[in-house]
């Protein structure tokens, strides 16, 4: 079994930061790709950043610039930290990661997502 936890969410103004943290646990064998993806209200789920196990990145243009995922291999942690948000960052905000597990099957696993709201 794997599963991944997402923390940090909240309500900030426009303007402001947050830090979204997402764990990894489980019969994990080994991590490709991580990434972050969000769900507005009304809308689609979008890739926001992503990241490879080389560290290369990833990111939608609307968080360029303002958005920067990086990741801590020896904790199965991906990170998100997002500067400048705008009222339109506002959205459920999900981890998903490429998972190996120690039973050599691999798959594409998510979390339960975590509420970020950006009052204007």
């Known amino acids: 079994q794997v599963q991944l936890v997402e923390s940090g969410g909240g309500l900030v103004q426009a303007g402001g930061s947050l830090r979204l943290s997402c764990v990894a646990s489980?019969?994990?064998?080994?991590?490709?790709?991580m990434a972050w993806y969000r769900q507005a209200p009304g809308k689609q789920r979008e890739l926001v950043a992503i990241?490879?196990?080389?560290?290369?990145?990833n990111y939608a243009d609307s968080v360029k610039g303002r958005f920067t995922i990086s990741r801590d291999n020896a904790k199965n942690t991906v990170f998100l930290q997002m500067n400048s948000l705008k009222s339109e960052d506002t959205a459920v905000y999900y981890c998903?990661?490429?998972?190996?597990?120690?039973?050599?099957?691999?798959?594409?696993?998510w979390g339960q997502g975590t509420q970020v709201t950006v009052s204007s």
């Open positions: 998903a990661a490429n998972i190996l597990q120690v039973t050599m099957s691999r798959g594409y696993y």
């Open positions: 489980g019969s994990i064998s080994s991590i490709s790709a």
């Open positions: 990241i490879t196990s080389g560290t290369s990145t």
